[in-house]
Every structure is written in structure tokens, then in C-alpha cells.
């Protein structure tokens, strides 16, 4: 049995907890199913938003006109663009191999436990009194053979299809529809109700929904009824209500959600307990039921986002080597949807303020203020903020339009350091900035707020 100072199962984010570990002179086994990296940077979060780049040219090519230019698309090259990131891809998991040390050593295969700190690879025992898993998640298995999930097309081999239906009414259907039928692909998503990004604020959604079905070819209350697969080539019988279709297409892509790989571990061997939902169960310092032996990332299921992710195993790392004695307690948990148009959201939405009774003002105001969101020549941008009305604090802030996601950051930075409104109202903007935007926003919360005061009193 070989002996390390710290094991760590999934080789992504947690990896620099390896490369950290190493440096102190520590014994440091990684183990990888696949490559280095993890899902971020090899089957999801960069090679997705390095595709939406080529959309985004793309979209504003095709929306010109509304600036008073006549341009066309002579040709769109998709073969490069998914070359370009295929090779991105391919490059991944040199470059994590490259920041470990000789203290670190990598073992390619499905890590199990065999009791509370004994692993088992390829037939290798391994222990150690610090285990870490972050073996992420994976996408829910699409119900045909040859039709894809997420993970077949980073990095996508073989024809590029000419023709696709994705399945899913999610961040990810939303931003690889938009991608796909942004470069030239004919896309239809399929969508089981009625429910776009049913998950963002209410007035956000129904926003995306009106901008992005004027690009996207959207079939809500539809689902599959049938599938075959002939000559390469996809034969759907499709139901909507009580209709029926058929729709040819050379990809299908079902982007329904994700699930852990809590099964690949078999922890039944282990103290360590999962959820109903099939997530690894921990205390609030990352710990699971097994003393030494720790949980961070979507492996947990709490926030299956990469930023958040880091963020853990960050702290993680001040608890293993530096003596941090705090557990970590997340302020506000930002997201972003980077499809057409864009969403940022921080905070709690009005349906959730009301499921949860609490004493709230909303605030809605578009962007027009700004001469630069002017510029954009589009009416839909806005800004929504939902208040405390007792002491100002932002509950939650949700916008729509171009950069979105870039903008969220100002009101991140109040929310984090003196959460209150009326300081997004004081501070001096940049004029005419894009962001100069959230001035016109913050004045009229602060307005809503008083107004409401007055009322009660």
C-alpha cells in the first residue's frame, strides 16, 4: 500500500490544493478518470464561452440593421471554430501536469474506497489522513445511444451537423442553442412546457424568452415521443400537446441537468453518507462522516457553480495548510447565463421573496439613462433590484442586456463589503459607461424605498 501526506480524487479545481500541498514538501497522489482539468476547462464553462464568442460577432452581424447597416455573413467556417477550441481542449491537461512538483503523483483511472482512508486504483491501494473529493458531476445520460450530452461536444469529433435539437429548457440548452444557431447550424430546442430559465426571476424570463425565440427556433409543451436513428440522421416523432410531428436532424443533444459521480466511489465501504439527491453529505468545514476525509465542489451539490467551487477549495487550502479555523459562509452566490441575451442575477428573486413572506420593494428600471446602453438600439435591458425597505439591503439584483454579467460586479462589490443600496446611489459613475446604467436603478430603489416608509408610517 502506497502511503501519501493527502490523496485527492478529481483532478480540477482541487488540483491546486495538489500544487500547493507539493510545494510544502508534502506526498500528494491526484487521481484523474479523464484529463486534468475537470469539467470547467475541458467540457464546459471555457470551451462553451470560447464557442459563444464566435456567436456573439455573429449576432451582431445579423442584428446590424437595427444601427442602420446593411451587413451579410458570406460564410460562417464552423469546422475552425470547433477546431480552434478542440485544440484549445487538447492542451488542458498538459498544462495542469506542468504545475505539480515531484512531491505529486498522478494516477489516470476511477478512484473507489475500499474503507474511510483507503483508495483503490488500477489495483493500487493508496492512503493517506487527508482525502479530498471533488469529483464533480456529470450530464444525466441521454436516453438514445448516439445522441449527445454536453460532454460530446467538447471537444466535438467527427462532421459537424448541419441540423440539431437540443433538449432542455436550462442555462446550458439556452447557451449552446443560442451558439449552435448563432454560426449557421438550423437548431430547435425542445422544451417539455412552457418554462424557459424557469430559475431567474420571473420578469427576467419572460424578457429572455420574447428576445431569444426572435433568434432561436423555440418548441415549448413539446417532447419526443419517438426515436430512430438511420443513415446518420435522427427521425423524431415529436409531441406537442396533442400534435404530432416528425423533424429530422443530423444531432440531438439532451441538456437536462447533471448528477453526481458519488457511485463511481463506492462509499458504501466508508462511514461517509449522500443525500437524497445522491450528493456526498459534509459539515460546514468541508468534512464528511469520515474524520480527515473532505468534500468541495458540485461532488457536495450545494452550488454547482465553478466560482464557487474555487472559492471552497480555496478555503479549503487555508484550513489544510494554514491553520484557518473559520468555516466558510457564502455572503451571495452570483451566476451568469451567457446566451442571447445575456442574464446576471445575485440574490434571491420577487417569486422567492413572496414563497418566503418576506417585507420587500422592487425596483425595475431600464437602461435608457446611458447614453452608451442608448447606443446599443435595444429597449429590452433592465435592471431589477428587490430591497429591504427596513435598513436598504439589496435581497437581490437581476439584469438583462449586453455585458450583464460584467455590470453584476459593481453591485457584488457593494453587496460584499456595506451592503446598502444608497451607496450604488452615491458613488460616482464614469459617464457615459455602460454601467452609468445602475445610477438611474439605484435612485429609483432608493425612491421605492422611501416611498414605501411614508406609506407605512
Known amino acids: ?27 500528494v497522489a491526484i487521481i484523474e478518470k479523464s ?13 462553451s464561452k470560447l464557442l459563444i464568442g464566435y456567436a456573439n460577432v455573429a449576432r451582431a452581424i445579423q442584428e446590424s440593421k437595427r444601427h442602420f447597416i446593411d451587413a451579410t455573413i458570406n460564410t460562417i467556417d464552423q ?21 505539480f512538483n515531484e512531491n ?41 445511444e448516439k445522441a449527445w450530452s454536453s460532454d460530446d461536444i467538447f471537444p466535438l469529433k467527427g462532421k459537424i451537423p448541419n441540423s440539431i435539437a437540443i433538449v432542455g429548457s436550462g442555462f446550458i440548452a439556452a447557451e449552446l442553442a443560442n451558439l449552435f444557431d448563432a ?16 430559475n431567474e426571476d420571473h420578469d427576467i424570463a419572460r424578457i429572455f424568452k420574447e428576445e431569444f425565440t426572435k433568434n432561436v427556433d423555440v418548441l415549448f409543451n413539446t417532447t419526443i415521443k419517438e426515436t430512430t436513428y438511420e443513415n446518420n440522421q435522427f427521425k423524431l416523432i415529436l409531441q406537442t400537446n396533442e400534435k404530432e410531428s416528425n423533424l429530422e436532424c443530423d444531432a440531438l443533444l439532451y441538456a437536462t441537468g447533471r448528477e453526481a459521480n458519488s457511485d463511481l466511489l ?26 480527515g476525509v473532505y468534500v468541495v465542489g458540485d461532488a457536495a451539490g450545494e452550488y454547482m457553480l465553478q466560482h464557487a467551487a474555487a472559492y471552497e477549495i480555496n478555503h479549503l487550502g487555508k484550513m489544510l495548510f494554514e491553520g484557518e479555523k473559520e468555516p466558510l459562509k457564502f455572503k451571495y452566490m452570483p451566476h451568469a447565463v451567457f446566451s442571447h441575451p445575456e442574464i446576471a442575477s445575485v440574490g434571491i428573486t420577487e417569486q422567492k421573496a413572496e414563497e418566503s413572506q418576506l417585507k420587500y420593494v422592487v425596483s425595475t428600471t431600464n437602461w435608457q439613462a446611458s447614453a452608451k446602453a442608448q447606443s446599443l438600439r ?29 455590470m453584476m460586479h459593481q453591485v457584488l462589490a457593494v453587496m460584499h463589503i456595506q451592503n446598502d443600496i444608497r451607496h450604488l446611489k452615491e458613488m460616482l459613475y464614469i459617464h457615459p459607461a455602460l454601467s452609468e446604467a445602475l445610477l438611474p436603478a439605484a435612485v429609483e430603489a432608493v425612491k421605492k424605498v422611501e416611498h414605501y416608509n411614508e406609506v407605512k408610517n
Open 1 to 27: 500500500m502506497q502511503k501519501f501526506d493527502l490523496i485527492i480524487i478529481g483532478g480540477g479545481r482541487a488540483t491546486s490544493l495538489g500544487v500547493t500541498a507539493g510545494k510544502l514538501g508534502k506526498k
Open 35 to 47: 484529463t486534468l482539468g475537470g469539467t470547467c476547462p475541458n467540457r464546459g464553462c471555457v470551451p
Open 79 to 99: 469546422q475552425t471554430i470547433f477546431d480552434k477550441t478542440n485544440h484549445y481542449i487538447s492542451k488542458i491537461d498538459e498544462i495542469y501536469q506542468n504545475k
Open 104 to 144: 505529486v503523483e498522478i494516477f489516470r483511472g476511477i478512484g473507489s474506497f475500499i474503507s474511510d482512508h483507503v483508495v483503490e486504483v488500477n489495483n493500487q491501494k493508496l492512503t493517506a489522513p487527508r482525502i479530498v473529493i471533488a469529483t464533480g458531476t456529470r450530464p444525466i445520460k441521454p436516453p438514445h
Open 183 to 198: 454560426i449557421g447550424i438550423e437548431t430547435k430546442l425542445l422544451i417539455r412546457n412552457e418554462n424557459l430559465l424557469r
Open 266 to 291: 463506492h462509499l458504501e465501504n466508508t462511514s461517509i453518507k449522500l443525500n437524497k439527491r445522491g450528493f456526498i453529505q459534509r459539515d460546514e468545514y468541508f468534512q464528511t462522516q469520515a474524520k
Open 378 to 406: 435595444i429597449k429590452y435591458p433592465i435592471t431589477k433590484l428587490i430591497i429591504n425597505p427596513d435598513n436598504y439591503e439589496i435581497l437581490g439584483c437581476h439584469m438583462i442586456g449586453p455585458e450583464s454579467s460584467i
